[in-house]
């Protein structure tokens, strides 16, 4: 896969149909939308994906985000209603990104915990072609992601080296804001950013927070930040 050249963006945890109408209507440069399946207090069941499916624009692409799913749960989700991306946020092997792929034809984005995540590039390496992006995220002992928190970014070149060399994009999450992406950007320029919990007032989506962030991540982009 080539490396994107238009920074992308990625709103996660979404729960709410308003959140997605506010989102159309105002035509915010969101690239991705995310939905939870797995464990959270942002998890949707299948039968509520099937109500917002109705209101994601078709100018974005909704992407499921799975911690250690079967392939049962995920089939239950499609059956609901499609979605564009699948996001595997836990321990999911090689081959298990291989079959979700495969089965459901679809991109696959894994997503590395950095605090329990060792570099241990022989077995980065099994993931070739089971994988079409890379998300490194804050992990925790009692979280898979969502924490609102940032890792030691000293260790994105190293996983940007690994993408570069088999040609998948990097994407980033874990705390970033509006007011700490340009250094992240300037620093280190990963080719997406995952936000949840910045983009949030007392636990929901905030409109006012999405539109501050979106518009202030492409002012950087338009001035070669990236």
């Given at each position: 896969?080539?490396?994107?050249?238009?920074?992308?963006?990625?709103?996660?945890?979404?729960?709410?149909?308003?959140?997605?109408?506010?989102?159309?209507?105002?035509?915010?440069?969101?690239?991705?939308?995310?939905?939870?399946?797995?464990?959270s207090r942002r998890?949707?069941?299948?039968?509520?994906?099937?109500?917002?499916?109705?209101?994601?624009?078709?100018?974005?692409?909704?992407?499921?985000?799975?911690?250690?799913?079967?392939?049962?749960?995920?089939?239950?989700?499609?059956?609901?209603?499609?979605?564009?991306?699948?996001?595997?946020?836990?321990?999911?092997?090689?081959?298990?990104?291989?079959?979700?792929?495969?089965?459901?034809?679809?991109p696959i984005i894994?997503?590395?915990?950095?605090?329990?995540?060792?570099?241990?590039?022989?077995?980065?390496?099994?993931?070739?072609?089971?994988?079409?992006?890379?998300?490194?995220?804050?992990?925790?002992?009692?979280?898979?992601?969502?924490?609102?928190?940032?890792?030691?970014?000293?260790?994105?070149?190293?996983?940007?080296?690994?993408?570069?060399?088999h040609g998948i994009?990097?994407?980033?999450?874990?705390?970033?804001?509006?007011?700490?992406?340009?250094?992240?950007?300037?620093?280190?320029?990963?080719?997406?950013?995952?936000?949840?919990?910045?983009?949030?007032?007392?636990?929901?989506?905030?409109?006012?927070?999405?539109?501050?962030?979106?518009?202030?991540?492409?002012?950087?982009?338009?001035?070669?930040?990236?």
């Open positions: 896969m080539n490396r994107e050249s238009r920074l992308i963006i990625k709103v996660c945890g979404i729960t709410e149909t308003d959140t997605l109408g506010q989102i159309a209507e105002e035509q915010l440069a969101i690239d991705w939308l995310g939905f939870v399946f797995a464990q998890r949707v069941s299948a039968k509520q994906w099937e109500e917002l499916a109705a209101f994601v624009p078709v100018s974005y692409k909704a992407a499921g985000v799975f911690v250690n799913p079967l392939i049962q749960e995920i089939e239950e989700v499609f059956s609901c209603a499609p979605l564009d991306i699948v996001q595997l946020h836990g321990e999911e092997s090689p081959a298990f990104c291989r079959k979700v792929k495969e089965t459901f034809s679809v894994k997503a590395i915990g950095i605090e329990r995540s060792a570099d241990n590039w022989e077995e980065m390496d099994n993931y070739t072609g089971a994988i079409d992006y890379l998300l490194l995220d804050t992990m925790t002992s009692s979280q898979s992601g969502g924490t609102g928190e940032t890792f030691n970014w000293n260790v994105i070149p190293y996983y940007k080296e690994w993408c570069a060399r994009p990097l994407l980033v999450a874990g705390g970033i804001r509006a007011d700490n992406a340009r250094s992240l950007l300037t620093d280190y320029a990963p080719d997406g950013l995952d936000v949840s919990s910045s983009v949030e007032t007392e636990g929901r989506k905030d409109a006012d927070k999405i539109r501050e962030f979106v518009g202030r991540m492409r002012q950087y982009e338009q001035h070669g930040v990236k």
